[in-house]
């Protein structure tokens, strides 16, 4: 599903050049539930934005479905990842000015999706994520949890094969983060792609598996389940 | 998607209900300005189109060459149009007119004025398209007395069921004027203005020497020419013919008349003659009020950018997170075209609405008649497409494609897409408003000063308190004379004089020859008793006025300074001037006085004693009267002149108004270019105000930290308002020299003006850093006043 081999991100400015990602080479299959992990400042993030088509590379290859996007344009990524990934941010990233319901909406409108079946795509997402009686509601009005809930309802209501999910229990209190990992792993059981970027080892043990990132190196690949034994246990 | 981005666009605004009201208020007020001039030039530029044939109509310039001066007017001898028609085969048909100014009709005994009189030829209704209402257009003016009056007064006059056709009436003091037709009113824009015409056969039936080329030039002519004609052939044909019937002739005292042809279409906005029959070379005041208008529409759409860019950092995230869930930059871009468009069609409604506010004040000063309800769709449709589509899409068009050039992954890391104070679109853009700002304040203060000089120039003679009743009639020699002896005897009556004109009315113009001088010059002429010079305040600077009873110094003339200079004379008193065998020895000398507008200089005058009657001229009694009796004055002329003309309408008018009125279009010009002016500058300064409000408030981290650590409420204002002054200097190094510019060459078109005030460069500056200047301390001591630990806690 995911492959790259020896990724490389360099930030420049005029007078420094910060190396945020260095020769990165992973791959990811299709169905996994991953975690990446790492302090901050190791290049989770620049990862995910680069996995998620948000931002090209420096060097090195990138493939997205078997396909070679490394020189792709931002036209061809924009299209590439409208139809394939979902997102989640760690500060909901909902607009503010839109309702519940035309935040989930927004993704199957640049889609180009009739609005009758778009109303139809929504309300079921509503309904599934038990929010349909916030429909009408704005960010605003809403709790933490509620937000990143319809966060997530907007990031899989286009039905993509892959959801990137950048700390997303990072604002939320214990409860609602495990609400929310549950929606996720529910959603992997039916079949996306999960990839999250977190700091904590509660939300990867989500994870079928951990990538673990250090100064902009992956330094392990382990299996989440060893991973949060031997972090128990040490 | 359509329903969604509007819906977007009506949250965004509510949000940021007071950016989007500057916005929306600025661009209202811009469109609704610019509505009304566009309003304004599209009635001039129809000024005489509506004749049918108007693409061949021609009207006949006349240029009257003598030593040492030239004369250009549109008036002709009525002979010249139709032998013309006759021997020069382009030209197919011709009319004449002549305007005859206020009238007074009795029908029975009541009494109408009118007070746009023509006379009017056989030709008239075949070459405009003026419209009859009743009676028959080939007919109406072939008899003498034959009177046409317009559908307003035709309805006054006559009771609703009676036809005026056929009815006669008396108009001033003669008889028997039979009504042959109605008019429509006259068009608005026409520069040809009616209420009542007689007909030319009346001046042939009294005998008129209506065939002289050199007689009685006081008529305007219209020719049809043919489609195909040359200009060139035309006027060659022309040349000769005058020289045949006038110029040969005239060649002796080293004179001539040149004719020319102007186009009726371009007469309204072009012609710069003397005896125009209305205002005329509008042109002028159009491209002022244009560029004005172009200004104001400038900023109020930089005004648009600059806040749309400024609060764009608050859209970035917006944007970033579309382009995440899939809109790529052709949608945001459309997305933000549209919410422009929005904008810019919200504030074209509002517009129409200020516009129609506006409407009766622009009106009033431009003496205009226009109407939002009477104008034509198809302006409404240009006006739309030219300010919400264009110029929508011009105003839309950076920050849509600045907008969609915002890169989701560094806006959703939190980056501050626009570094505050750091991008010059911004800079520039405010720098183009100040440079509008300041040199609009800087040409508004040249024109009030100007102006204000035209109010308070010495006249050479002292216009106040100076009334002067007009006497017609076939008997007005002796009727003025009576009016002036029984008015004489008011204790409020100062000094009292009857004269053929006197300043405002000058009208009469005679060829001389000179004593010492081989060129014979046309000059201004009239004739006045012995106590004119002192009603008038007037002062003599040589030699004696009349002194004696009236009809007894024939034989003697005063002349002005000008006269003395132009004919070359150093000792005028004791010389001789001739006209037509009579001859007049210069008793004094008159210091030069303004009996024109101060538009030209002052032209060479003759004055002689009452005593022959010039030929088309009346009588005018002049009255310098107590300031402290102003209020017994009109109730006392208006007493004594109906115990003395029972059935005579009363013509009187005061000298300072009279004189005022010439400047009636300048000043009223001057109003509205103030007005215009300041709403640029307001509009200017809603941008200043938008934008300084947004810097405060992206700043507000910034202020906050710098008050940690103990800067002063006085220093911080000082630092956002360097900015600003710094710009507020750029602009008035490029405006200065552009205002001096164009008002240098505004100053030059005036025959008397003002030197150039140079102080107004330092108060265009001033006025607009301190208006500036205000607007950004308020805005960095309200972000001030704020607790920082509160602002440090949110950022």
Known sequence: MIKTVELTKIFRTEEVETTALNKVSFEIKEGEFVAIMGPSGCGKSTLLNIMGLLDNLSSGEYYFVEKDVSDFSEKQRANLRKRNIGFVFQNFNLIDELSVFENIELPLIYLGMGSSERKKRVEEVLEQMQIMHRRNHFPLQLSGGQQQRVAVCRAVVAKPKIILADEPTGNLDSTHGDEVMNLLETLNKNGTTIIIVTHSQRDASYAQRIIRLFDGQIVTEDKAAEFVLASTTA | ?795
């Open chain 2, 1 to 795: 998607m359509f329903i969604h981005y509007l819906k977007t666009a009506y949250r965004q605004y509510k949000s940021n209900r007071f950016f989007s009201l500057i916005n929306i208020i600025g661009l209202a007020v811009a469109m609704a300005v610019c509505f009304i001039i566009f309003l304004y030039a599209s009635h001039e530029f129809s000024f005489d189109r509506f004749h049918e044939k108007s693409s061949n109509l021609y009207r006949l310039n006349t240029e009257i060459i003598s030593p040492g001066q030239t004369i250009n007017s549109p008036i002709t001898s009525a002979a010249m149009g139709p032998d013309m028609s006759e021997q020069i085969p382009e030209i197919l048909n011709y009319t004449r007119i002549q305007t005859g100014g206020d009238v007074s009709v009795f029908k029975d005994d009541e009494y109408y004025s009118f007070s746009n009189a023509l006379v009017a030829d056989e030709n008239f209704f075949k070459l405009f398209s003026f419209k009859l209402v009743e009676g028959n257009p080939s007919a109406v003016f072939n008899e003498p007395k034959s009177v046409v009056i317009n559908k307003e007064n035709a309805d006054k006059l006559f009771p609703e069921g009676i036809s005026p056709v056929g009815q006669t009436l008396r108009i001033n003091d003669q008889d028997g004027w039979m009504v042959t037709g109605v008019i429509e009113d006259c068009p608005a824009n026409s520069h040809i203005q009616y209420d009542i015409l007689t007909s030319f056969a009346t001046l042939e039936a009294i005998g008129q020497n209506v065939y002289e080329w050199d007689a009685y030039i006081s008529f305007n002519t219209y020719v049809l020419l043919d489609e195909d004609f040359d200009m060139e052939v035309l006027n060659k044909k022309t040349k000769d013919l005058t020289w045949e019937k006038v110029n040969k002739q005239l060649e002796q005292y080293g004179a001539k008349i040149m004719l020319s042809y102007v186009p009726i279409t371009g007469i309204r906005l072009h012609s710069n003659l003397n005896y125009e029959m209305a205002e005329t070379g509008t042109i002028t005041k159009l491209r002022w009020f244009l560029l004005v208008a172009i200004f104001i529409l400038f900023i109020a759409g930089f005004n648009y950018v600059n806040l749309t860019i400024a609060s764009s950092n608050k859209r970035a995230k917006e944007t970033g997170l579309r382009k995440v869930v899939g809109a790529d930059k052709p949608m945001i871009r459309k997305q933000f075209f549209l919410e422009t468009i929005i904008i810019t069609g919200i504030s074209f409604l509002i517009s129409l609405l200020i516009a129609e506010l506006l409407m009766p004040q622009f009106n009033m000063l431009l003496a205009l008649n226009l109407s939002l309800a009477t104008t034509p769709i198809w302006f409404y449709g240009m006006a739309f497409l030219i300010f919400v589509i264009f110029f929508g899409m011009a105003a839309g068009l950076y920050p849509a494609f600045y907008m969609a050039k915002f890169q989701p992954a560094h806006i959703l890391k939190g980056d501050t897409w626009i570094k505050p104070g750091n991008f010059s679109l911004r800079k520039l853009l405010l720098t183009l408003q100040f440079i509008v700002s300041v040199g609009l304040i800087v040409c508004t203060l040249v024109v009030y000063l100007q102006l204000n000089f035209f109010r308070t120039q010495d006249y050479g003679f002292d216009h106040d308190n100076l009334l002067a009743m007009m006497v017609g009639g076939q008997t007005n020699d002796k009727d003025s004379e009576l009016l002036k002896q029984r008015l004489a005897s008011y204790p409020w009556v100062e000094s009292i004089s009857r004269c053929s004109s006197f300043p405002g009315i000058m009208e009469y113009q005679e060829g001389f020859e000179f004593e010492d001088s081989p060129n014979p010059m046309i000059v201004h002429h009239m004739q006045a008793d012995r106590y004119y010079l002192e009603t008038l305040k007037a002062s003599l600077i040589d030699g004696r006025f009349f002194n004696a009873e009236d009809g007894t110094e024939l034989e003697s003339a005063v002349i002005n300074q000008e006269l003395a200079r132009r004919v070359g004379w150093t000792d005028p008193v004791g010389k001789t001037l001739t006209r037509n065998e009579r001859r007049f020895r210069v008793i004094g000398v008159v210091k030069d006085y303004h009996f024109e507008s101060f538009h030209n200089p002052v032209a060479p005058l003759v004055i002689t004693a009452l005593g022959h009657r010039l030929p088309y001229t009346g009588f005018w009694v002049l009255i310098r009267h107590d300031q402290k009796a102003s209020s017994e004055v009109i109730p006392a002329i208006e007493k004594e002149w109906r115990s003395l003309f029972p059935d005579r309408a009363i013509h009187y008018g005061f000298i300072s108004q009279i004189m005022g009125d010439y400047y009636e279009v300048e000043n009223n010009f001057g109003k509205l270019f103030l007005i215009f002016s300041s709403l640029a500058i307001i509009i200017a300064m809603l941008g200043v105000l938008g934008l300084s409000a947004l810097s405060a408030r992206q700043r507000m981290k910034e202020i906050a930290v710098r008050k940690v650590l103990g800067a002063s409420a006085h220093g911080i204002v000082k630092k956002f308002s360097y900015e600003y002054v710094i710009l507020i200097l750029v602009a008035a190094v490029i405006a200065i020299p552009l205002a001096y510019y164009i008002m240098d060459k505004w100053l030059a078109g005036f025959a008397y003006s003002i030197s150039f005030p140079y102080w107004t460069f330092a108060a265009g500056v001033i006025i607009s850093g301190a208006i500036c200047m205000l607007i950004v301390s308020i805005q960095s001591l309200k972000a001030i006043s704020q607790n920082p630990v509160e602002t440090l806690k949110a950022e």
